[in-house]
């Protein structure tokens, strides 16, 4: 499998600039539930127990909703949004997930399209999970889609490569959980 094979191509339909996807691949339920299993096992082993149920919680549905964004090119709302408002009951980071939230909304409220709303409520989610752990979570997220958009660029080339998406749910969902489990697991001190 080639590498572009392995991304998720959405090109805009005439349905008023909904994306679809054009190469498809679904990522199984039987390959998400060890994966949010192991995700759980490690957040129960790693933290202690108030934290790693929210360490839990984000991160399963991190999997989840980045499956969904290669999937179909979408974050779900009602996942999203009662997962944000279930973490923000068992934290206390409104603010560091409601500013993220507002730098992620601001490329698609000026009518960019290289970023979404999704992204946006992505990132509160994160932020609220993550507090201000979020920013290197985003930063993260852009150094990892660099390589990836380049390498898009090289092998489609020209008009094809500019009119191609990459989803950006599961970059911003792995430097989550980078931010989230690397310190722990690198054995460095944390807050």
Same mark, same amino acid.
Do not use: Y
């Given at each position: 499998?080639?590498?572009?094979?392995a991304?998720?191509s959405?090109e805009?339909?005439?349905?008023?600039?909904?994306?679809?996807?054009?190469?498809?691949?679904?990522?199984?339920?039987?390959?998400?539930?060890?994966?949010?299993?192991?995700? &759980?096992?490690?957040?129960?082993l790693?933290?202690?127990?108030?934290?790693?149920? &929210?360490?839990?919680?984000?991160?399963? &549905?991190?999997?989840?909703l980045?499956?969904?964004?290669?999937?179909?090119?979408?974050?779900a709302?009602?996942?999203?949004?009662?997962?944000?408002?279930?973490?923000l009951l068992?934290?206390?980071?409104? +603010?560091?997930?409601?500013?993220?939230?507002?730098v992620?909304?601001?490329?698609?409220?000026?009518?960019?399209?290289?970023m979404?709303m999704?992204?946006?409520?992505?990132?509160? %989610?994160?932020?609220?999970?993550?507090?201000?752990?979020?920013?290197?979570?985003?930063?993260?997220?852009?150094?990892?889609?660099?390589?990836?958009?380049?390498?898009?660029? %090289?092998?489609?080339?020209? +008009?094809?490569?500019?009119k191609?998406?990459?989803?950006?749910?599961?970059?911003?969902?792995?430097?989550? +959980?980078?931010?989230?489990?690397?310190?722990?697991?690198?054995g460095?001190?944390?807050?």
């Amino acid at each position: 499998m080639s590498a572009s094979s392995a991304l998720t191509s959405r090109e805009p339909t005439d349905t008023g600039g909904t994306r679809t996807p054009s190469k498809v691949l679904l990522p199984r339920p039987a390959l998400l539930v060890p994966i949010v299993v192991g995700l &759980v096992v490690l957040a129960l082993l790693t933290f202690p127990l108030d934290r790693a149920l &929210v360490a839990a919680s984000l991160a399963g &549905v991190l999997v989840v909703l980045s499956a969904l964004d290669v999937q179909r090119g979408i974050i779900a709302n009602r996942i999203v949004l009662p997962a944000s408002a279930i973490l923000l009951l068992a934290q206390e980071w409104v +603010l560091a997930g409601l500013l993220a939230a507002v730098v992620l909304a601001i490329p698609p409220l000026l009518g960019r399209r290289w970023m979404g709303m999704g992204d946006a409520k992505l990132a509160l %989610l994160i932020g609220v999970g993550l507090g201000w752990g979020v920013f290197g979570a985003v930063l993260i997220a852009f150094l990892c889609v660099f390589p990836v958009a380049l390498l898009l660029l %090289l092998l489609r080339g020209g +008009l094809a490569a500019r009119k191609t998406t990459i989803p950006f749910g599961p970059f911003l969902s792995l430097g989550a +959980l980078i931010v989230l489990f690397g310190p722990h697991l690198a054995g460095l001190p944390t807050s």
